[in-house]
């Protein structure tokens, strides 16, 4: 479906183009005309499915079409991290680029001249604020940000949002919104939580469900069994057994992220980190240089598995088994874009195996369990299933004895 199909602003048609994009995609195409209908929408959207511009095309289409409050806020999106705030804003300012629409991304971790312009520009009225609960209800408890004019607001990454403990923080929020406004709610899945959540807020709401629980069928995905000191080793010859461009390597602590930073730092690969730790000046320049490609590997916890749209990623490293299948899904979601192919590694250690057969489960079918190379010596069988000396359910075989295994990647 062509983007002239719905309607549009020639100055957002103008953006778009711009952009680069030329047709909708499935997200797009089913929620852009019923938002620009004023329908409430509950949309179950993974990340990479284009749900960001499917809230921001008929937003801001809507703001400079009818009438609204130069001096209010127009629109709120509520996020959970402050990296996915400042993506938002990115293409809000794409997209809008040929309108007069003003935005602000509001987030922690600022200095204070970053907190006096959110504070200015939340009581002066701004179009569209993308911010985060804690930073954004500091704002509120001050008594001076302009709600109540406003006639949007959209929740994005929802599940995340109540998986971080947010829930009082957005009802509270959303205690200072006028009752009469349009509600929209994105959601990678739809847990009971989520679903009592949407009675809460939303009003008579079209269900959109896009999500598949599943990665795409082009993502190579195989998982080597190993003890947890040959992790290190193994992930240096991966990177060195071909030319990666882009790499991500995801680590469930930030101590780990820092342990194999500084080890691949010293073996001279084109590598940085990113985590809480660092200063949100630091993580914004880090992953700038990735995107522009000054950087082949990033190691980073699951801050950056979801919401981050980051493309031509060669191949994502789980250097430990990710919480859940929906954490795995959505980490190996960062390679493989755009019907392009991509390759996903996991190191699976004998602690982690059963979360593993876990995710197996939901995928509905094994992981290839690929050969170590010899010479990082014996590695465990893989067998997840208390009282069982093979795969569990899902027999995946493993070797203890291979000319090199396989670690290379599909370009």
Do not use: W
């Not at 935005?103 to 922690?108: H, L, P, R, S």
């Not at 509270?172 to 739809?190: D, G, V």
């Not at 008579?204 to 195989?222: D, T």
């Not at 916890?301 to 299948?325: A, C, F, K, Q």
């Amino acid at each position: 479906m062509n983007f002239t199909e719905f309607g549009l602003d020639e100055r957002i048609l103008e953006g778009i183009y711009a952009m680069g994009y030329e047709t909708a995609t499935p997200v797009q195409e089913q929620v852009i005309l019923p938002i620009l209908q004023g329908k409430d929408i509950i949309a179950s959207a993974q990340t990479g499915t284009g749900k960001t511009a499917a809230f921001l095309l008929p937003i801001i289409n809507k703001i400079i079409t009818e009438p609204h409050d130069e001096h209010n806020i127009n629109a709120m999106i509520i996020v959970p991290t402050r990296e996915l705030a400042v993506q938002i804003a990115q293409t809000m300012e794409g997209l809008s680029y040929f309108t007069s629409v003003s935005c602000i991304a509001v987030y922690g971790g600022g200095d204070g001249a970053s907190f006096s312009l959110e504070k200015k520009a939340l009581s002066s009225g701004v179009d569209v604020v993308i911010c985060t609960p804690g930073r954004m209800i500091a704002h509120l408890n001050m008594g001076y940000v302009k709600m109540q004019a406003l006639k949007y607001l959209i929740l994005d990454e929802a599940d995340r949002m109540l998986d971080m403990g947010f829930h009082d923080d957005l009802m509270k929020i959303i205690s200072f919104l006028p009752k009469q406004r349009q509600n929209l709610l994105f959601s990678a899945t739809m847990p009971m939580k989520m679903r009592e959540l949407a009675r809460k807020i939303l009003h008579q709401p079209l269900e959109i469900n896009i999500a598949v629980s599943k990665p795409p069928e082009q993502i190579v995905q195989e998982a080597f069994v190993v003890y947890e000191p040959q992790k290190i080793p193994l992930v240096k010859e991966i990177l060195r057994s071909k030319d990666f461009q882009s790499v991500i390597v995801f680590c469930s602590k930030k101590q780990n992220v820092k342990q194999l930073s500084n080890e691949l730092k010293r073996a001279n690969f084109s590598i940085d980190e990113i985590h809480s730790d660092l200063e949100q000046d630091k993580r914004e320049q880090v992953l700038l240089d990735f995107r522009n490609k000054k950087l082949k590997i990033l190691v980073a916890t699951d801050i950056l598995s979801r919401g981050i749209d980051i493309e031509d990623i060669d191949l994502v490293i789980n250097y430990d088994v990710p919480n859940d299948g929906e954490d795995y899904i959505h980490r190996i979601g960062r390679t493989a874009r755009a019907a392009s192919e991509g390759t996903a590694y996991t190191f699976v250690t004998e602690r982690e195996q059963q979360k593993f057969l876990q995710i197996e489960e939901l995928l509905g079918h094994p992981v290839t369990k690929a050969a170590v190379p010899e010479k990082f010596g014996p590695t465990p069988a893989y067998s997840p299933r208390p009282g069982r000396s093979g795969g569990g359910r899902f027999q995946g075989g493993r070797s203890h004895h291979s000319s090199g295994g396989r670690t290379k990647g599909r370009s």
